[in-house]
Nanobody, 126 residues
Framework: QVQVVESGGGLAQAGGSLRLSCAVS????????MGWFRQAPGEEREFLAT????????LHTDSVKGRFAISRDIAKNTVSLQMNSLKPEDTAIYYC???????????????????WGQGTQVTVSA
């Protein structure tokens, strides 16, 4: 059974940084991709970034390029999201997700990802 567990959320000031971590377990993840999404109150879930577990190639949405960076540590079975230059509008619940690529390109659509964590709250104060 695949498990996805986020950690590292909390309170940050505008301009500050946070690093989210996602522990994945339950199988070998070769050929899979992990993604980060967020959802603010009253908003739809928003794609942020995804990474190929095998190649390490990444895809970031334009709105966070240059501020957020996804990475993975194969030895530790973790995926991280480094968030810099935080803004109050970054306040949301952040979710990690995992899905099998099956040889396809990296995906930004939430419905591609089969396994989701419970989410971790990030609050950025002005």
């Amino acid at each position: 059974q695949v498990q996805v567990v986020e950690s590292g959320g909390g309170l940050a000031q505008a301009g500050g940084s946070l690093r989210l971590s996602c522990a994945v377990s339950g199988r070998s993840f070769g050929g899979w991709a992990m993604g980060w999404f967020r959802q603010a109150p009253g908003e739809e879930r928003e794609f942020l970034a995804t990474i190929s577990w095998t190649s390490g190639s990444t895809l970031h949405t334009d709105s966070v390029k240059g501020r957020f960076a996804i990475s993975r540590d194969i030895a530790k079975n973790t995926v991280s999201l480094q968030m810099n230059s935080l803004k109050p509008e970054d306040t949301a619940i952040y979710y990690c997700a995992a899905g099998a690529l099956g040889g396809r390109h990296l995906r930004s659509q939430a419905d591609f990802y089969s396994y989701w964590g419970q989410g971790t709250q990030v609050t950025v104060s002005a």
